[in-house]
């Protein structure tokens, strides 16, 4: 049971204290945007490269742009340890998730809440993480889609019978309030952005939905 804290909710103008601030956190969840993919814009390879640079613990790049085929080798290869690019909008999934891995990142694969699941399952041995996302990309703070589970389930019983070891993310209105049911429907990595940042202590934040968490995985 893995937690990555979304520095969607941080800061944006302190990146490395709000990076330090949850050093008890399995991965930090870097969300890039493009204003064309979704309707938002962020940060890009730049920031990444200096986030790498300080960051005390690895960086879990969702990249929610157009032509990740062409842009997502670049977080792979500044060293980012895990580049998750959309489904929707790759050309040739297969091919991009052999170069993330080629380029040394843990290669992840992320499904909009309208993307059904079964067409990629033949992608799993490429890939180390599917993300099954619970809201519509683009904004944190949205309310969870609790209707995504069953899309979680399928994802984990397609990984059983891949027999691989590929982690189940999940990503948007994940709190302590609908953690567990993530957990239960199969997840083993839960993405958290106003959860943790809007808490008191982030920290403790990040502590008490892993608690949450364990108490109801499937195990793996
Ligand atoms: O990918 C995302 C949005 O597209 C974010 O990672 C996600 O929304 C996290 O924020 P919150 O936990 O507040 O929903
Ligand atoms: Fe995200």
Not at 80 to 105: I, K, N, W
Not at 161 to 181: C, F, L, M
Not at 186 to 193: H, M, N, P, R
Request: net charge negative.
């Amino acid at each position: 049971m893995q937690i990555s804290p979304s520095i969607l909710s941080a800061d944006f103008a302190n990146l490395q204290s709000e990076l330090d601030a949850i050093s008890n956190a399995d991965w930090a969840h870097v969300d890039v945007m493009d204003n064309h993919f979704v309707p938002n814009l962020t940060l890009g390879l730049p920031i990444v490269e200096a986030l790498l640079k300080v960051s005390p613990i690895p960086l879990d790049c969702h990249l929610m742009i157009e032509d990740p085929d062409r842009w997502a080798p670049g977080y792979a290869e500044a060293g980012a340890q895990s580049v998750t690019f959309h489904v929707e909008a790759a050309r040739d999934p297969r091919a991009l998730a052999r170069t993330l891995r080629a380029a040394g990142a843990r290669a992840g694969m992320a499904v909009k809440p309208g993307t059904a699941w079964a067409p990629y399952e033949e992608l799993l041995p490429e890939l180390d993480m599917v993300l099954v996302m619970t809201v519509e990309p683009g904004f944190g703070g949205q309310s969870f889609m609790a209707d995504q589970m069953p899309k979680v389930a399928q994802v984990r019983e397609a990984v059983r019978r891949n027999g691989g070891e590929i982690w189940v993310q999940v990503d948007g209105g994940v709190s302590a309030k609908t953690i567990e049911q993530c957990a239960d429907a199969g997840a083993d990595v839960f993405v958290a952005g106003s959860a943790v940042y809007g808490a008191e202590s982030a920290a403790a934040a990040v502590d008490e939905l892993r608690a949450l968490a364990e108490s109801h995985g499937h195990g793996s």
